[in-house]
């Protein structure tokens, strides 16, 4: 996995040093912007680099006993937070340029852009199966793919400048891609932040857990659930579940009905079940 991250971030800086250069020379600030986001997003992968190193070779510990996959939420969070700035820099930017229009030279920002483009692909092409199972690289994923729609939208307003001679269609394009880079921004927030505020997992629902977890034999009833995640696949719980009044060993084996329900049909990886023989659900507990 790292792998792929540090061949797409070597793809990344190439096509940025080439998008500056191009487009201090045409003079286009669409091309200056992709070649900005894909600095941003070489920054991001490195991110999504290191952070991938800690949380798959630093186990856990006696003073971090949920080990480090945390670790790629919060680079998933940071590069939320350096999309966030990026789409203020383009907003600034185009509004600069609205105010004093400038020439473009059309050939080599079109010739620029489509190199960009291709390289942008390849790079997403290299994170792309990783992306659905881990949002440390989703977040780079995303990154990747915004790239390959800012690269589009370069081209098409190269096309126009060379047929209409319509420069403000740099402009626009700008701003598009300011904007589409405000909805990746807001969803990577949206998400990390939901994760770092133990929010519970997406996929999962709480009645739900409950009523599996009230089907198996034995069990009289199920409360004070709690569902988390520490990484992006990582999903943890804990509940206190009533059963009757029997000997220790026959309370294990409801037990360890519950755990294999709950990771073989839910992909609950642990779980910390507190088995009670009272239905009093007033158990003094703070959450």
């Known amino acids: 996995m790292s792998n792929n991250i540090f061949w ?32 941003n997003d070489f920054f991001s992968l490195f991110i999504s680099y290191i952070a991938n190193k800690i949380a798959s070779n630093k186990k856990s510990d006696i003073k971090h006993s949920y080990g480090f996959k945390r670790v790629e939420i919060i680079s998933a969070f940071i590069n939320g937070i350096m999309l966030l700035g990026v789409f203020f820099y383009l907003l600034f930017e185009a509004y600069k340029r609205l105010r004093t229009p400038h020439e473009v030279l059309g050939v080599p920002t079109l010739i620029v852009a489509i190199i960009g483009l291709i390289g942008n692909i390849l790079g997403a ?34 096309i126009l400048i060379l047929w209409k001679n319509l420069y403000i269609a740099d402009t626009i394009i700008s701003i598009v ?12 927030l949206k998400e990390s932040i939901h994760i770092l505020l133990e929010g519970v997992p997406y996929n999962l629902d709480i009645e739900d857990v409950k009523r599996k977890i009230l089907e198996i034999e034995g069990v009289k009833d199920v409360h004070h659930i709690h569902l988390w995640q520490i990484g992006s696949k990582e999903i943890l719980l804990s509940a206190h579940v009533v059963v009757k009044d029997q000997e220790l060993s026959k309370a294990e084996k409801i037990y360890g009905r519950i755990n294999s329900i709950l990771r073989e049909n839910l992909g609950i990886i642990h779980s910390t079940i507190q088995l009670e023989t009272s239905e009093d659900k007033d158990c003094n507990c703070e959450f």
């Not at 977040?139 to 939208?153: I, K, R, T």
């Not at 891609?177 to 990577?188: D, R, T």
């Open 8 to 39: 797409a971030m070597i793809l990344n800086v190439i096509i940025a040093l080439a998008q500056i250069i191009a487009g201090i020379f045409s003079g286009s600030l669409a091309l200056i912007s992709d070649a900005l986001h894909n600095i």
């Open 177 to 188: 891609i300011a904007i589409f880079v405000l909805f990746g921004s807001y969803e990577l």
């Open 125 to 158: 092409m290299l994170l792309h199966e990783e992306s659905h199972e881990n949002l440390n690289i989703k977040s780079a994923f995303l990154h990747l793919v915004s790239d390959s729609l800012s690269s589009v939208g370069v081209i098409l307003s190269s």
